[in-house]
């Protein structure tokens, strides 16, 4: 059973910054596929913020390119998302998402990002 651990997240003012981890257990390095970030602010859907293949290709959603960076350490089967000029707008739970060959998704528990302005 892969189990997604994520740490991280906090209070943090208009301009600031935050990064996030997501350490993943229950599965080797070389099975997952994958790795990323989502967000769901309330009333609102989830969202995709920014995904890492195996190899390392990334993508961003448009309103945190620029700001936000999504990076992998496959050797501790970790995601980072390190954020930059973090609007109140961007406050939201926080998902780890990773894609493991053969098994499938998993998600986090979430971690509450929130941006005062």
């Known amino acids: 059973q892969v189990q997604l651990v994520e740490s991280g997240g906090g209070l943090v003012q208009d301009g600031g910054s935050l990064r996030l981890s997501c350490a993943a257990s229950g599965t080797t390095s070389y099975r997952i596929n994958s790795m990323g970030w989502y967000r769901q602010a309330p009333g609102k859907q989830r969202e995709l913020v920014a995904v890492?293949?195996?190899?390392?290709?990334?993508n961003y959603a448009d309103s945190v390119k620029g700001r936000f960076t999504i990076s992998r350490d496959n050797t501790k089967n970790t995601v980072y998302l390190q954020m930059n000029s973090l609007k109140p707008e961007d406050t939201a739970v926080y998902y780890c998402?990773?894609?493991?060959?053969?098994?499938?998704?998993?998600w986090g528990q979430g971690t509450q990002v929130t941006v005062s302005s």
């Open positions: 890492i293949t195996k190899g390392g290709s990334t």
């Open positions: 998402n990773v894609d493991v060959n053969n098994w499938g998704n998993y």
